[in-house]
């Protein structure tokens, strides 16, 4: 089965180099894949030549303009027409590509998703997902971006869209479901979590267990995560900040003096195991669940094997048919 990815060329800290190198990664890795690189075609063509790919699966198609930072999201998806982020989900809405992956402007990401590639039917609002790891696997948390002040029948949603993710993406049936939380107990919570709790116990298409406080997400207390915009946000810049952190202690106490620079040496293949273990960038970017087609979010500062793992990514989304499943699993009876 192909899988057609429309890559955002120009979006992210380091495009095009490396979005057109992860593009390339692809497609040499992955047999399935045939990639439509967004932007700038001097550029782009620049960057091509630099490397060695199967030329049939690669193409371009050409904008003139770049969704920076800094844009206002409405406005730069409406006024910047012919910008590469917008082409390329417009391939999407049009059926050209099966997938857009972008590690550009997230708050345009997400506006470009709602208003181009459009909702499905019955989804109330989409929400972005990223798998955040754990000393036993990956947990799915979700949402992490997209929906700042959310509603109980919208993380009720987000439950059933990420179980459906977490069940064929990560090949377990029946995952668990947990709502964050500031305590265990089914009486704690604020108003959002204390109204979204019974609807959880009582949605019979999830797997609920409960509450999870956020000292237990790095122990992976459950498959599928659920909390609303903001809060998983925190979540997820704590994740990131403590894992650097982490590392650069790690670093700093190896090369403090010569004897730990001895049983650094003698511990690295451990602690490389170590932290791959925490390693996002090998579960790809963040999908925006709910759309009728997908949308990944990567990284701004994504380097080739983010953009390659994002675009890999999508091969599981399409050959599991997640977006349908979705779909049957929101509309109204």
Request: net charge neutral.
């Amino acid at each position: 089965m192909d899988v057609t990815v429309a890559v955002d060329a120009m979006g992210g800290d380091y495009a095009p180099v490396e979005a057109v190198k992860g593009a390339i990664d692809a497609v040499n890795e992955f047999s399935q894949i045939k990639v439509i690189l967004v932007g700038n075609i001097d550029e782009i063509k620049k960057e091509l030549s630099k490397h060695e790919y199967p030329k049939d699966r690669i193409s371009i198609e050409a904008s003139t303009e770049i969704i920076e930072m800094g844009d206002v999201p409405t406005l730069a998806i409406k006024e910047k027409k012919n910008s590469s982020l917008v082409v390329a989900m417009k391939l999407v809405r049009d059926k050209k590509a099966d997938a857009v992956v972008s590690a550009g402007s997230t708050g345009a990401i997400l506006v470009g998703g709602q208003l181009i590639v459009g909702r499905i039917k019955g989804v109330k609002r989409p929400a972005l997902c990223p798998f955040v790891p754990s000393k036993k696997g990956f947990s799915l948390l979700i949402d992490c971006g997209a929906n700042v002040d959310a509603k109980p029948e919208n993380l009720v949603q987000f439950a059933q869209m990420g179980s459906i993710y977490y069940a064929n993406v990560m090949k377990k049936e029946n995952p668990t479901v947990g709502i964050v939380n500031i305590g265990t107990e089914e009486e704690k919570g604020n108003k959002l979590v204390k109204d979204t709790y019974p609807l959880l116990k009582e949605c019979e298409s999830i797997n609920f267990v409960g509450s999870v406080e956020a000292r237990e997400i790095p122990s992976n207390p459950t498959d599928v995560i659920v909390c609303e915009a903001f809060v998983g946000n925190v979540i997820l810049k704590l994740f990131e900040g403590v894992a650097i952190t982490f590392l650069d202690l790690i670093k700093q106490g190896i090369y403090s003096s010569l004897r730990t620079k001895i049983g650094g040496a003698l511990i690295k293949p451990a602690l490389k195991g170590l932290l791959k273990t925490f390693d996002t960038k090998s579960q790809g970017g963040a999908p925006l669940l709910g759309l009728k087609g997908l949308v990944v979010k990567a990284h701004g500062n994504s380097k080739a094997y983010e953009i390659k793992t994002a675009i890999g990514q999508c091969i599981s989304f399409k050959e599991n048919d997640i977006q349908d499943k979705i779909a049957e699993a929101v509309k109204e009876k």
